[in-house]
């Protein structure tokens, strides 16, 4: 009697460690890397569409980058291709989990274009396939841009300060598309995606010209592609900026100096330093600088001397 207990709660405890076992797949599953949407950001981490216990999806456009996955905004455990660097290529490959940071920190190379990839891990060892998306449509979560970017260089006031740069909000949830007032001198610019020194938008070549109103390409840029733009003006100019991140595009667009006396006749609303920092809601009593001023007609650059 003793002898079949034992082994009936043998049997349980292989059952119930079964049972735990296939319980414990992730409930999400995210793309990350500078060839994903949200590139390497945790937060931004693009989130697939799961279709079964352990089954996810996802259809889209990659980026030329590196990409991996991690289960939430966290970098442990992820999941990668057995060897760092693979190519991601249409087939079916083995994916390797890391659980510590001493393990490999696998990622896949991947060439720009429209992928579908489908991430298993209901069999004896994950896997990934991967087909061409080009002809297929879109199948995720929208992908998730920051609400506020960062102009900084020293083409803006903010020089290279990361407690000065200037942010440009989103014109909508989820657009992509940044708009702000910019005052602009010779100099370098890029647009960071928070106040860090990762992830950015910046120039597609090195030391693109920006030479004044146009539009001007744009990408994503880290670390390892810090492509900036050189500005290059006879004089610092105030211009209306929109950041198209999903189009890929910055439009730059001269905005005329009004006159103070023209300021003080229509009756200044709310004033900002050069910063976009609120000082007030009059010209009176301001001292000397440069200064945002928006009245009922729009938005200005006034210099008080």
Same mark, same amino acid.
């Given at each position: 009697?003793?002898? *079949? ?8 405890? &292989? ?5 735990? +076992?296939?319980? $414990? ?13 949200? #590139? ?11 279709? #079964? ?6 259809? #889209? +456009? ?8 991690? *289960? ?20 079916? !490959? ?7 940071? $001493? ?19 209901? #069999? ?5 396939? *991967? $087909? ?7 199948k995720g979560y929208a992908a998730v841009y920051p609400e506020i970017i960062y102009a900084i260089g020293s083409a803006t006031a903010a020089g290279w300060s990361l407690d000065d740069a200037i942010g440009m ?7 992509? !598309? ?21 992830? +950015? ?12 109103? =146009?539009?001007? %390409? &744009? ?53 900002? %330093?050069?910063? =976009? ?6 010209? $009176? ?6 200064? *945002? !001023? ?9 210099? &008080?001397?």
């Amino acid at each position: 009697m003793c002898c *079949i207990m034992k082994k009936f709660y043998s049997l349980l405890l &292989i059952s119930v460690m079964f049972l735990s +076992a296939a319980a $414990e797949q992730p409930s999400r599953m995210f793309l990350i890397g500078d060839a994903t949407p949200g #590139g390497w950001s945790l937060d931004d981490a693009t989130l697939m569409v799961s279709s #079964g216990d352990g089954v996810y999806e996802w259809t #889209g +456009a990659l980026n030329a980058g590196r990409m991996k996955f991690v *289960i939430r905004h966290d970098w442990l455990p992820s999941y990668g291709p057995a060897a760092d660097n693979m190519p991601l290529a249409v087939g079916t !490959v083995e994916l390797t989990i890391r659980n510590t940071y $001493e393990d490999s920190d696998n990622s896949f190379a991947v060439t720009a274009g429209r992928y579908s990839l489908r991430m298993d891990l209901t #069999g004896a060892t994950p896997q990934l396939t *991967i $087909e061409d998306g080009t002809s297929l449509p879109d199948k995720g979560y929208a992908a998730v841009y920051p609400e506020i970017i960062y102009a900084i260089g020293s083409a803006t006031a903010a020089g290279w300060s990361l407690d000065d740069a200037i942010g440009m909000n989103e014109t909508g949830y989820n657009s992509g !598309v940044y708009a702000g007032e910019l005052a602009l001198q010779t100099g370098e610019l890029k647009f960071l995606k928070q106040k860090d020194w990762g992830m +950015a938008y910046g120039a597609t070549s090195a030391n693109a010209p920006l030479t004044g109103a =146009g539009e001007y %390409d &744009i990408m994503s840029i880290d670390d390892s592609n810090d492509l900036k733009f050189a500005v290059s003006l006879a004089a610092e100019t105030l211009f209306n900026v929109t950041v198209d991140a999903a189009a890929g595009k910055m439009t730059v667009a001269a905005k005329q100096e009004m006159a103070l006396e023209n300021v003080l006749a229509e009756g200044a609303v709310e004033v900002y %330093d050069i910063q =976009g920092r609120f000082v007030a809601v009059s010209t $009176e009593d301001l001292p000397a600088g440069m200064y *945002i !001023v928006r009245t009922v007609s729009g938005s200005s650059k006034i210099v &008080i001397y």
